[in-house]
């Protein structure tokens, strides 16, 4: 069985200041993982995906993920913090079959 | 256009209601989804749909009834719902079930059962 962890319900930085968002999955073989934003009252947005190619992946608004299958982890980052990306972030893995097997989201509040 | 849409946006129904969600997306993917986001809980998939055929219903009461009559709509009918079901209904397509296909999510429907 699958299944996603993302330590930490709620991140708050500075703005300008490093973004982390911890993810670690579980998965007996290597999965596709994915993150996604959502702001409040919308749907989910694809941030950026880990495919098996490249395992620094570089997606949307300066976010990257990094896989690191010896720590089974998918961190999201972001260099220098905008009021904009306060949001909720969540992790997601999918191998075979067709389900996605989502986080409990992390809340990322950005201080002025 | 937005890829994925759901209407209505908003929906409060009493218990002995009959109500009907609906999403519609207009990207030409194959498969699509219905989660349920409830608070401090991760999104629990309800139906997979996949070329119009069902490929997965995760244990979800009768009270929640999925159609799919093309691969561009889908519907949740809902009947005889409970308070606990108030929650926001997410509507998601891919381009299949592939493994590494992305979803892409309507903006859902906040439903609250009174």
């Known amino acids: 069985a699958q299944s996603v962890t993302q330590l930490g319900s709620h991140v708050s930085v500075s703005e300008g200041a490093l973004v982390l968002l911890r993810c670690n999955y579980s998965?007996?073989?290597?999965?596709?993982l994915f993150w996604y934003v959502q702001y409040p009252n919308q749907g989910l947005q694809l941030l950026l995906k880990?495919?098996?190619?490249?395992?620094l992946v570089k997606g949307i608004n300066g976010f990257e993920a990094e896989f690191k299958k010896s720590e089974t982890s998918f961190h999201l980052t972001k260099p220098s913090a905008h009021m904009s990306d306060a949001a909720e972030y969540f992790c997601?893995?999918?191998?075979?079959?067709?389900?996605?097997?989502f986080g409990t989201g992390t809340s990322l509040t950005v201080i002025p | 256009e937005t890829g994925v849409t759901q209407t209505p946006r908003h929906l409060v129904m009493g218990m002995t209601n009959k109500k009907s969600l609906k999403c519609e997306q207009h990207?030409?993917?194959?498969?699509m989804y219905w989660y349920k986001q409830s608070a401090k809980k991760p999104l629990e998939l309800m139906f997979v749909?996949?070329?119009?055929?069902?490929?997965e219903n995760n244990s979800v009461p009768s009270r929640f009834s999925p159609e799919c009559p093309n691969s561009s709509h889908l519907f949740l009918h809902l009947h005889t719902l409970q308070p606990e079901d108030s929650a926001l209904y997410l509507c998601?397509?891919?381009?299949?079930?592939?493994?590494?296909?992305?979803?892409?999510f309507g903006q859902g429907t906040r439903l609250t059962v009174v």
């Open positions: 990207l030409g993917h194959n498969a």
């Open positions: 998965s007996s073989v290597p999965p596709y």
């Open positions: 749909y996949n070329f119009k055929e069902q490929t």
């Open positions: 880990y495919t098996s190619a490249a395992t």
């Open positions: 997601a893995v999918k191998n075979t079959g067709n389900q996605f097997y």
């Open positions: 998601a397509s891919s381009q299949d079930i592939a493994d590494n296909t992305e979803a892409f």
